[in-house]
């Protein structure tokens, strides 16, 4: 993922192989870092809808 637009809901990727890049449409976002107990804020952070999701069960809506 290269770039991610919040307010069209789609997110750039690039295929590393031949670096041409696409956007793709989500209803919903889940970004998984693999973070520790910290949650960082980032530009949208705090719309509603967006939460820390530390296990599986967490991150099911």
Same mark, same amino acid.
């Given at each position: 993922?290269?770039? $991610?637009?919040?307010? /069209?809901? !789609?997110?750039?990727? @690039?295929d590393?192989? *031949?670096?041409?890049?696409?956007? +793709?449409?989500?209803?919903?976002?889940? $970004?998984?870092?693999? /973070?520790? !107990?910290?949650?960082? @804020?980032?530009?949208? *952070?705090?719309?509603?809808?967006? +939460?820390?999701?530390?296990?599986?069960?967490?991150?099911?809506?």
């Open positions: 993922m290269t770039e $991610i637009d919040v307010d /069209r809901q !789609r997110v750039r990727s @690039r590393l192989e *031949s670096g041409a890049e696409e956007w +793709t449409g989500f209803d919903k976002l889940v $970004i998984a870092t693999g /973070r520790g !107990r910290c949650a960082r @804020r980032c530009r949208g *952070s705090t719309r509603p809808g967006c +939460t820390a999701c530390r296990t599986w069960t967490t991150a099911r809506p």
